[in-house]
C-alpha cells in the first residue's frame, strides 16, 4: 500500500512542477508580447518617411490622411527622417524630370490612401479597383506615375467601351507592408467597396526576411521566441545601409543556399488565403500577382544590376532573391488554380519583355518610371478579360 502510495505522491508532485513550470512559462510570454509590442513599435517608428504615421494600437504604418507634398517638402521629410538610399534615388528622380521644388508630387485622401478623394458609399455608375500592395505598389514620390496610375490610364477608355462605366484605381500600397500588416487593413479596404481586387505583395517579411534558421510558425505565435531569434539565432543579419552591395556575390552554385531550397512559405499563404477569404465573404474577385524583380533565375545579371541590387537579411548572396522568389510564386499559382482566383504573371512578362532588367527596375524590387508604366499596360490589358461589367 505505501508502495502505490508514495508513486501517487511523486506522481502529484511532477505534475504540480509541470503546472508551475507552465504558469510560469505562459507569465513569462505574456510579458514578451507586452515588450515586443513596445520593441517593435519603436523600430516601426524608425521606418516612417514624413507623409505616413505609426498606428501603436494596430502596430502598423499608414499614409497620413489628407496630406499633399511638393518636392521640396517630400526631401525635408526623407531628410528628417534619415532615408539615404530614399533621398538618393528621388534626387536621382527630380534631376532626371527637371521637377521644379515647388511641385505638388505627391498626395493622400482622407480615408488614408494614395491619391485623389474617393466617395463613400460608391456612386453608381463607377468601376473600382483596390491595388493592394507594399512600396512597389505605393511607387515613385510622383502619383501619376505609379503603375496602379498607369493601370488606370489605359483601362478607363476600354471600360467606359464596354461597361459604360467610370474607372477608379485605389492605390492601396504602402512601404513596408507584407500580408500581416495587410489583414490588419482587410476593413479599411472592403469599406470603399471594390469591384475587384489585385494583390502583390511578398517582398518585405515573406521574402525579404527568409531565413532556414528562422522557424516560422514559433516566431509568428511567440514573442518569446522572437526575442531569442533577434537575440541570439540572428546575428548576421545584412541590414541596408547605403553600402549595401558591398560584399555582395550572385553564386547560383552556393551550398549555404541549400537551406533556401523548398523554403515553406506555408505561414504566408496562410495569410493571403485569409485575405482572399475576407473578399470572397463579400463576392469580391481577387487577382493574384506573381512576383518579378531585378534578378530572375534564368538571367546572368549584368554589372548594372550587380550594382543596384541589395540582399535579402539573411544572405550576402543575390541569387537567394531570385531562387526565393521562383519559389513563392509556383505557391501563388497554386493558390489561384485551387481557388480559381484570378492570375496575372508578372513574372513570366518581365522575363520576356523587361530588357535589360536594370532599365526597368531601380534596386531589387523597386520598378523605374519605365517599369511601372510596363506594368500598368500589361496589367490593363490583363484585366480586360476580368472585368464583371454588372
Known sequence: MNYYRNRVQIILKLVLLAAVGLATLGGAELGARVVWKVVYNNWLEEQVHGYDELDRQRSIIIPQAGISQTVEEFRAGLLSHGKTIGLRQFEDLVNELSIADS??????????????????????????????????????????????????????????????????????????????????????????????????????????????????????????????????????????????????TFDSEDPALDGYIGYDFGEDIKDLNELVEAFSAHDIPVTLITLAGLLDWRITPDQRALEIAYPIASTQNLFAYPLLTRQFNEEIRRLAGQRDLGLIDFEEFAYHEFEPRSDYFADSVHMTLRGHAALGRYLATELQGRVRCD
Open 103 to 248: 511641385t505638388s508630387i505627391l498626395s493622400v485622401n482622407s480615408l488614408r490612401f494614395r491619391g485623389p478623394e474617393i466617395t463613400v458609399p460608391k456612386p453608381d455608375g463607377v468601376f473600382r479597383i483596390v491595388t493592394i500592395g507594399d512600396s512597389v505598389t505605393w511607387g515613385p514620390p510622383i502619383d501619376e506615375m505609379t503603375y496602379p496610375s498607369a493601370l488606370g490610364k489605359h483601362l478607363a477608355p476600354w471600360l467606359i467601351d464596354r461597361c459604360g462605366k467610370k474607372l477608379e484605381v485605389i492605390n492601396a500600397g504602402v512601404p513596408g507592408y507584407n500580408l500581416g500588416r495587410v489583414l490588419k487593413r482587410t476593413d479599411e479596404y472592403l469599406a470603399v467597396e471594390p469591384d475587384l481586387v489585385t494583390v502583390f505583395l511578398g517582398w518585405n517579411r515573406t521574402i525579404g526576411r527568409a531565413d532556414p534558421k528562422k522557424n516560422q510558425r514559433s516566431y509568428r505565435r511567440y514573442a518569446l521566441y522572437r526575442f531569442y531569434y533577434h537575440g541570439i539565432v540572428n546575428r548576421n543579419d545584412t541590414g541596408l545601409t547605403t553600402d549595401y552591395n558591398t560584399g555582395t
